[in-house]
């Protein structure tokens, strides 16, 4: 069974292939900053550093992420809290959210509050507040 049939990892309760998919492989454009803070949720769980590091606003965006599929962390579901803006009309927006994972078996929880904003109609990740 590929992860086209299942459950988007972002937990929207929606199919992968109509949920996050779409905006990874490029396909659609994310319409607002939640869907795209689910899909980069999503490509994290993937380990897709190309999707993550192409929606990451270039005054912020890291050289790279060092993502390994061989890694321990095993990301285990995400919750959005809030959304401020961020609409498909809106050019900034903020997402809080609450992701859990484990590391090398240990449970581990991110709470952050993240700013995106959108040029030329596509959003960018800007930063996040540690919460």
């Excluded at 484990?102 to 709470?111: F, M």
Aim: glycine share 6%.
């Amino acid at each position: 069974m590929t992860i086209k049939t299942l459950e988007c990892p972002c937990g929207s309760g929606r199919n992968y292939s109509r949920c996050c998919e779409p905006y990874i492989h490029r396909l659609k454009k994310s319409p607002t900053a939640e869907s795209l803070m689910r899909s980069r949720y999503s490509a994290y769980t993937l380990n897709d550093e190309a999707y993550l590091l192409s929606t990451w606003h270039k005054m912020t965006r890291p050289d790279a992420l060092h993502l390994d599929e061989s890694t321990s962390t095993k990301w285990l579901g995400l919750k959005v809290i809030a959304t401020q803006a961020g609409g498909v009309q809106d050019n900034e927006g903020i997402v809080e959210f609450v992701a859990r994972y484990k590391v090398n078996g240990k449970a581990e929880r991110l709470h952050e509050t993240s700013h995106f904003v959108r040029e030329n109609e596509q959003w960018f990740y800007v930063t996040g507040d540690l919460k």
